[in-house]
């Protein structure tokens, strides 16, 4: 017969890891959008000697394995007493963001005429006021793009949310596989959590 009764039940059972998803992608989407963008500022319109290599160094952190870093992870957010909460997860999405959004931004940023810059630097702005007046204004493309991006990539992670989160802060990816019971499997609490989530 038709129930809504499995996603009243998964609802009730995720509600709390619902809002701990919420609590972990907001502030580190919106933090790594904008550190982000202000690195893709500076690798682009900001030459400096290196510039180049760091940029290669920022792009090299794509590339590493989630795996080979887990324990020195644990580790430091042990040192600085975030492990197993929300803001430690946080802090390890900005971090691991930051290679794919400097990218994004950079590229975005690249394409902007070098003569905007200029012509700000002629009436006495800045680097910030450059970037605050010139810049962001027309980087919503780029920031949607990020958004979407991170969002997306945050909101579905499991391996970081599994190690880093304690018992009252699971996330949805984290919580969805153990709502399957010793006793059988409930399939469609398990449907209707899946797609909650």
């Known amino acids: 017969e038709f129930s809504f009764d499995g996603f009243v039940k998964a609802f009730n059972k995720l509600a709390p890891n619902l809002r701990n998803s919420f609590m972990l992608v907001i502030p580190a989407t919106l933090l790594s959008a904008v550190i982000g963008s202000i690195n893709g ?11 180049d290599f760091l940029f290669a160094l920022v792009l090299f952190g794509m590339f590493i394995p989630y795996q080979s870093v887990l324990f020195p992870l644990i580790r430091f957010l042990q040192d600085i007493g975030l492990y197993g909460s929300i ?16 990218l994004i931004f950079r590229n975005y940023y690249s394409e902007v005429p070098t003569e905007l810059i200029e012509a700000a630097s002629i009436d006495g702005a800045g680097i910030f006021k450059t970037y605050l007046k010139v810049l962001f204004p027309i980087s919503l493309p780029g920031f949607v793009v990020v958004v979407i991006w991170q969002f997306t990539n945050i909101w579905n992670e499991f391996l970081f ?35 909650l989530a």
């Open 87 to 102: 803001w430690g997860l946080v802090l390890v999405h900005v971090v691991y963001g930051l290679p794919i959004t400097t």
């Open 41 to 51: 500022y500076v690798l682009s319109k900001l030459k400096f000697r290196g510039s």
């Open 161 to 195: 949310a599994l190690i880093f989160t304690g018992t009252n802060t699971k996330t949805i990816p984290v919580a969805v596989p153990e709502l399957i019971g010793e006793m059988g499997i409930f399939w469609g609490q398990i449907c209707a959590a899946g797609t």
